[in-house]
């Protein structure tokens, strides 16, 4: 395995463009990818702790009912 980058210079000798720069489109899936990976986990989150609720009692108070 080689590891090998590209390098082109300016006239001033000044680079003016790398090998190592991620193209547009990687960026954007890879933003993406990251964008739907913290959506899935907040909703995984969401989800684990909807069964924790606590029950709702109804009373009747019959003080309130006598007038």
Known sequence: MSLTEEVAFDKEGHIE???WRIPLFRKLFLALVIILLVALSFGLGRLSVSGVKESIRIEFDPSISKS
Do not use: P
């Open 17 to 19: 463009s790398a090998g």
